[in-house]
C-alpha cells in the first residue's frame, strides 16, 4: 500500500535557511582521523553543508522563527561560527567521518558467495538506513542524511560528499520511494522542489538513484542518517525580529517581447519579516524597480501588495509591463520597499529581457514546379511580401547552408531514398532537402518542394 508523510510545518523555502552553501574565501575543514590521517571535509567552495543542515534542525526543533539572513554570514560572524561548529557535530568524529570511507570504498552491490557476503551501498541503505529515516519523518522529526557520491579508496575525495535533510517521502505501490529534502547548496525559490529516488526491490543488486541535488552531475550512490544531538540556537535569533524583511520565490515576464508591447508579469516574494505589508497607509509596502533604482523601463516602477501578507507568507505580484519602444536586451529586477522607511530583503532574479523588432512574413515559391527528382536541375526559388506581394531578395539555404539567392537560378539535386513499405519490401521516396529563405527584417520562410511522381 502506497504510504506518504512529511514533517508538519516543515517548509524547505521558508524553514530552511535564505542563503545557499557557497563561501569562495573560506578554507577547508581538515580533521586528524586515525587511522587515515588529516583528512580535508568539503571544500573551499562548498563546504558548510551539514553544518547548515544541523543549524536548519536546531532552529525548526527549537520553535524558533527562521534565521533571517538572507545572505552568507561573514567569517567570524556569530552565525559563521555556529555553522561551523555544527558542520563539525555533524561528521560526528572520528565514527562518521569512518563511516563515509567505509562507504565510499564498499561497492554498491553485495559481493562474495553465501557464506561470505559483503553488503554493497545499496543493501545497507535500503535495509538499514531508510528504515531510520522513516522513522524520523514517521515521528514528526528532520532526518539528516549524509549522501555518499564517489566510490574510491582516496580520503582525500571524502569532500565529494554532501549533507542534506530528508522531511518527506513518498512509497508507492510499486516500492519507489521518494524522498523530499533540504539541500543547502539549493537556491531558496527551488527549495521545496528538491528530491531522490530509488527502488527499494533489490537491495542487494546496484540501485541507480535519481535526484536534483544540487552537486552537479556527480551521482548519488547511497544514503545515511547520520548522527544528531540537538544544540540551542536562541543566541542566533535576533532580540527583536528584522522588522522588514523579504526574499523572492520565482516568476519573471516573457521574453522574447516586441517594441512596446504590454504583457503581464508575475512575481513571488515572500515575507521573511515581523511586520504586515499593507498597501494602505502613508508608508505602504511596494514592489519597487531596480537595476538601476527606481528605473520606468517597463512603464512602471512600483506595484502594490495585493492584500495584507502577514511574516511567513507569499504574495504574488501579478502586474502590466510595457516593453521598451527600442529593441535590445533590458534588465527586469524588483524588490521590496516600504515607501518613506527603507528598501529591505533580497532582489529578484536580474533577469534579461530581449525586445526584438516585429518580423514580417513572406511567401516562397519553386520553379520549375514539381521539380523532377533523382536529376541535376536548375532551379528558382523566389520570395514575396505575405501582404503587398512584393518581390524580396534574400539567400536560399539548403538544409542550413548557403545555396543562392532569390530569383537567381542554381543547380540542385532531389535524391531518392530507400524505405521500408511495411510488407517486407521497399520502397523509393523523394528526399528533399531542408529550404529556407531569409531576408532581413522578415521572419524565415520555408521552402515547399513540389516534386515528380515516380
Given at each position: 500500500m502506497a504510504r506518504h508523510n512529511a514533517v508538519p510545518g516543515f517548509r524547505a523555502s521558508l524553514n530552511g535557511l535564505h542563503f545557499t552553501n557557497s563561501w569562495p574565501s573560506e578554507p577547508d575543514v581538515v580533521v586528524d582521523v586515525r587511522p587515515l590521517g588529516k583528512v580535508a571535509i568539503g571544500d573551499a567552495s562548498n563546504g558548510l553543508c551539514g553544518g547548515m543542515a544541523y543549524t536548519v534542525i536546531d532552529v525548526f526543533t527549537a520553535g524558533l522563527p527562521p534565521i533571517p539572513d538572507t545572505t552568507n554570514p561573514a567569517q567570524g560572524s556569530p552565525l559563521f561560527n555556529y555553522l561551523v561548529s555544527r558542520l563539525m557535530a555533524s561528521f560526528d568524529i572520528p565514527g562518521g567521518v569512518l563511516k563515509y570511507y567505509d562507504w565510499m570504498t564498499t561497492p554498491d552491490h553485495d559481493t562474495g558467495v553465501w557464506f561470505a557476503i559483503r553488503r554493497g551501498v545499496a543493501w545497507h541503505t535500503i535495509m538499514e538506513e531508510w528504515p531510520r529515516v522513516q522513522a524520523d519523518i514517521d515521528a514528526g522529526m528532520l532526518s539528516p542524511l549524509g549522501l555518499v557520491t564517489v566510490?574510491?579508496?582516496?580520503?582525500?575525495?571524502?569532500?565529494?560528499?554532501?549533507?542534506?535533510?530528508?522531511?518527506?517521502?513518498?512509497?508507492?505501490?510499486?516500492?519507489?520511494?521518494?524522498?523530499?529534502?533540504?539541500?543547502?547548496?539549493?537556491?531558496?525559490?527551488?527549495?521545496?522542489?528538491?528530491?531522490?529516488?530509488?527502488?527499494?526491490?533489490?537491495?542487494?543488486?546496484?540501485?541507480?538513484?535519481?535526484?536534483?541535488?544540487?552537486?552537479?552531475?556527480?551521482?548519488?550512490?547511497?544514503?545515511?542518517?547520520?548522527?544528531?544531538?540537538?544544540?540551542n540556537p536562541a543566541s542566533l535569533e535576533p532580540v527583536t525580529p528584522l522588522p522588514s524583511n523579504a526574499i523572492f520565490v520565482g516568476g519573471g515576464v516573457g521574453s522574447p517581447l516586441t517594441p512596446g508591447q504590454t504583457v503581464q508579469a508575475s512575481l513571488t516574494m515572500q515575507n521573511l519579516g515581523g511586520t504586515t505589508w499593507t498597501a494602505g497607509g502613508p508608508n505602504p509596502f511596494r514592489l519597487g524597480s531596480q537595476d538601476p533604482q527606481d528605473n520606468f523601463t517597463w512603464g512602471r516602477n512600483r506595484v502594490d501588495v495585493p492584500q495584507p501578507v502577514v511574516p511567513g507568507d507569499e504574495a504574488t505580484f501579478t502586474f502590466a509591463v510595457t516593453a521598451p519602444s527600442a529593441p535590445g536586451t533590458y534588465h527586469f529586477q524588483w524588490r521590496m520597499v516600504q515607501e518613506g522607511v527603507t528598501w529591505f530583503g533580497g532582489q529578484t532574479i536580474d533577469q534579461p529581457v530581449v525586445v526584438a523588432p516585429i518580423l514580417r512574413q513572406m511567401t516562397t515559391a519553386v520553379s520549375p514546379s514539381p521539380v523532377p527528382v533523382n536529376q541535376l536541375v536548375m532551379v528558382t526559388v523566389s520570395a514575396a511580401d505575405a501582404q503587398s506581394g512584393a518581390a524580396l531578395s534574400g539567400t536560399v539555404l539548403l538544409d542550413n547552408v548557403a545555396h543562392g539567392t532569390t530569383a537567381t537560378a542554381f543547380s540542385m539535386r532531389i535524391p531518392l531514398q530507400r524505405v521500408s513499405d511495411g510488407k517486407g519490401g521497399w520502397d523509393w521516396v523523394p528526399n528533399p532537402p531542408k529550404g529556407t529563405v531569409t531576408v532581413p527584417g522578415y521572419q524565415p520562410g520555408s521552402i515547399d518542394w513540389p516534386v515528380t511522381s515516380l
Amino acid at each position: 500500500m502506497a504510504r506518504h508523510n512529511a514533517v508538519p510545518g516543515f517548509r524547505a523555502s521558508l524553514n530552511g535557511l535564505h542563503f545557499t552553501n557557497s563561501w569562495p574565501s573560506e578554507p577547508d575543514v581538515v580533521v586528524d582521523v586515525r587511522p587515515l590521517g588529516k583528512v580535508a571535509i568539503g571544500d573551499a567552495s562548498n563546504g558548510l553543508c551539514g553544518g547548515m543542515a544541523y543549524t536548519v534542525i536546531d532552529v525548526f526543533t527549537a520553535g524558533l522563527p527562521p534565521i533571517p539572513d538572507t545572505t552568507n554570514p561573514a567569517q567570524g560572524s556569530p552565525l559563521f561560527n555556529y555553522l561551523v561548529s555544527r558542520l563539525m557535530a555533524s561528521f560526528d568524529i572520528p565514527g562518521g567521518v569512518l563511516k563515509y570511507y567505509d562507504w565510499m570504498t564498499t561497492p554498491d552491490h553485495d559481493t562474495g558467495v553465501w557464506f561470505a557476503i559483503r553488503r554493497g551501498v545499496a543493501w545497507h541503505t535500503i535495509m538499514e538506513e531508510w528504515p531510520r529515516v522513516q522513522a524520523d519523518i514517521d515521528a514528526g522529526m528532520l532526518s539528516p542524511l549524509g549522501l555518499v557520491t564517489v566510490e574510491t579508496t582516496d580520503p582525500t575525495m571524502m569532500g565529494h560528499n554532501h549533507q542534506v535533510l530528508a522531511y518527506g517521502y513518498d512509497l508507492g505501490d510499486d516500492n519507489r520511494l521518494t524522498l523530499h529534502l533540504y539541500d543547502p547548496n539549493t537556491a531558496p525559490p527551488d527549495a521545496d522542489g528538491v528530491f531522490l529516488s530509488l527502488d527499494l526491490s533489490n537491495p542487494t543488486h546496484t540501485t541507480p538513484i535519481t535526484h536534483n541535488v544540487g552537486i552537479g552531475k556527480l551521482p548519488i550512490r547511497g544514503f545515511f542518517r547520520t548522527t544528531y544531538t540537538f544544540s540551542n540556537p536562541a543566541s542566533l535569533e535576533p532580540v527583536t525580529p528584522l522588522p522588514s524583511n523579504a526574499i523572492f520565490v520565482g516568476g519573471g515576464v516573457g521574453s522574447p517581447l516586441t517594441p512596446g508591447q504590454t504583457v503581464q508579469a508575475s512575481l513571488t516574494m515572500q515575507n521573511l519579516g515581523g511586520t504586515t505589508w499593507t498597501a494602505g497607509g502613508p508608508n505602504p509596502f511596494r514592489l519597487g524597480s531596480q537595476d538601476p533604482q527606481d528605473n520606468f523601463t517597463w512603464g512602471r516602477n512600483r506595484v502594490d501588495v495585493p492584500q495584507p501578507v502577514v511574516p511567513g507568507d507569499e504574495a504574488t505580484f501579478t502586474f502590466a509591463v510595457t516593453a521598451p519602444s527600442a529593441p535590445g536586451t533590458y534588465h527586469f529586477q524588483w524588490r521590496m520597499v516600504q515607501e518613506g522607511v527603507t528598501w529591505f530583503g533580497g532582489q529578484t532574479i536580474d533577469q534579461p529581457v530581449v525586445v526584438a523588432p516585429i518580423l514580417r512574413q513572406m511567401t516562397t515559391a519553386v520553379s520549375p514546379s514539381p521539380v523532377p527528382v533523382n536529376q541535376l536541375v536548375m532551379v528558382t526559388v523566389s520570395a514575396a511580401d505575405a501582404q503587398s506581394g512584393a518581390a524580396l531578395s534574400g539567400t536560399v539555404l539548403l538544409d542550413n547552408v548557403a545555396h543562392g539567392t532569390t530569383a537567381t537560378a542554381f543547380s540542385m539535386r532531389i535524391p531518392l531514398q530507400r524505405v521500408s513499405d511495411g510488407k517486407g519490401g521497399w520502397d523509393w521516396v523523394p528526399n528533399p532537402p531542408k529550404g529556407t529563405v531569409t531576408v532581413p527584417g522578415y521572419q524565415p520562410g520555408s521552402i515547399d518542394w513540389p516534386v515528380t511522381s515516380l
